[in-house]
T-cell receptor, first 111, second 115 residues
Framework: TQLLEQSPQFLSIQEGENLTVYCNSS?????LQWYRQEPGEGPVLLVTVVTGGEVKKLKRLTFQFGDARKDSSLHITAAQPGDTGLYLC???????????FGQGTELSVKP | DTGVSQDPRHKITKRGQNVTFRCDPI?????LYWYRQTLGQGPEFLTY????????KSRLLSDRFSAERPKGSFSTLEIQRTEQGDSAMYLC?????????????FGEGSRLTVL
């Protein structure tokens, strides 16, 4: 059983479309992080959200942390082929030092 | 290059052999993590260190896996008597942790293939 459930697992869209990726849990997290991973490389941090209800923007990417700190979403506006990759949410397990990951959302943006 | 480095990048071995992976973290980072990742899936936690102390080890790991971080610097992950199910990417990450929130910096991984 995944503590962090991501949906959808796969997403294939055309350039210019919008999309949202979800990260859900039945547990409360003190913070959640979003990473992006390209083939053959390690994940790279995009953002950390800490406060319930927080919204952070990174160019065309908008991240939101749920009010109850049990879920988060990533919205991409006008997706581009360069956005292709594996998007991962992660959070500290039991608010300790162990960081656990969701199973990832594999995004493919076709030109 | 001052990022996290892992060695070797690729390892092909026969079932039953032992393998060892090395990770050199970013020098000022106090935490070091090992993860295992299969294709298209998220990283699965294996273990982590704070300085030289191993603070947690996944219950999913069998006794064939062991990790060390002598002197709180580089770390090694050894897999004894490898099995085909051990084939995966082994990722190392380091962070400078204050409290529970900190950015993990990942290496490029060590890909293991067990024949």
């Amino acid at each position: 059983t995944q503590l962090l459930e991501q949906s959808p697992q796969f997403l294939s869209i055309q350039e210019g479309e919008n999309l949202t990726v979800y990260c859900n849990s039945s547990s409360v997290f003190s913070s959640l992080q979003w990473y992006r991973q390209e083939p053959g490389e390690g994940p790279v941090l995009l953002v950390t959200v800490v406060t319930g209800g927080e919204v952070k923007k990174l160019k065309r990417l908008t991240f939101q942390f749920g009010d109850a700190r049990k879920d988060s979403s990533l919205h991409i506006t006008a997706a581009q082929p360069g956005d292709t990759g594996l998007y991962l949410c992660a959070g500290p397990y039991n608010q300790g030092g162990k960081l656990i990951f969701g199973q990832g959302t594999e995004l493919s943006v076709k030109p | 290059d001052t990022g996290v480095s892992q060695d070797p990048r690729h390892k092909i071995t026969k079932r039953g052999q032992n393998v060892t992976f090395r990770c050199d973290p970013i020098s000022e980072h106090n935490r070091l993590y090992w993860y295992r990742q299969t294709l298209g899936q998220g990283p699965e936690f294996l273990t982590y260190f704070q300085n030289e102390a191993q603070l947690e080890k996944s219950r999913l790991l069998s006794d064939r896996f062991s990790a060390e971080r002598p002197k709180g610097s580089f770390s090694t992950l050894e897999i004894q008597r490898t099995e085909q199910g051990d084939s995966a990417m082994y990722l190392c990450a380091s962070s400078f942790q204050r409290g529970n929130t900190g950015e993990l910096f990942f290496g490029e991984g060590s890909r293991l293939t067990v024949l």
